[in-house]
Nanobody
Framework: QVQLVESGGGLVQAGGSLGLSCAPSTLKFRMYAMAWFRQAPGKERECVAGMSWSGGTTYYADSVKGRFTISRDNAKGTVSLRLNSLKPEDTAVYYC????????????????????WGQGTQVTVSS
């Protein structure tokens, strides 16, 4: 079994930036697509950014396009998310996720298509 561990959340003022990182507890399992989801209180978990194994395919939710940037280091099994120009509506718990079974260039956006999840890290943006 593998665990994903996020780091980097925190409290920031609107307009500020944060960096999130996610690392696996073992490299025994290769992650194909990796993604970042977020869940705000009372809302469903949504995919905000994802990247295929090769890095050739990326996905960004419309609400974060131009502000968030996803990257990954396959040698380390890590995935990162840079959050710029943060808004109060970006406040949520952010989760990283890994798909260990679907060897395609597609980036899933549904929670059901990911096999491994981190425990989540809180991002709070004050106005």
């Amino acid at each position: 079994q593998v665990q994903l561990v996020e780091s980097g959340g925190g409290l920031v003022q609107a307009g500020g930036s944060l960096g999130l990182s996610c690392a696996p507890s073992t490299l025994k399992f290769r992650m194909y697509a990796m993604a970042w989801f977020r869940q705000a209180p009372g809302k469903e978990r949504e995919c905000v950014a994802g990247m295929s194994w090769s890095g050739g395919t990326t996905y960004y939710a419309d609400s974060v396009k131009g502000r968030f940037t996803i990257s990954r280091d396959n040698a380390k099994g890590t995935v990162s998310l840079r959050l710029n120009s943060l808004k109060p509506e970006d406040t949520a718990v952010y989760y990283c996720a890994g798909d260990a079974t679907s060897y395609t260039e597609r980036v899933p956006t549904s929670t059901t298509e990911y096999d491994y999840w981190g425990q989540g890290t809180q991002v709070t943006v004050s106005s």
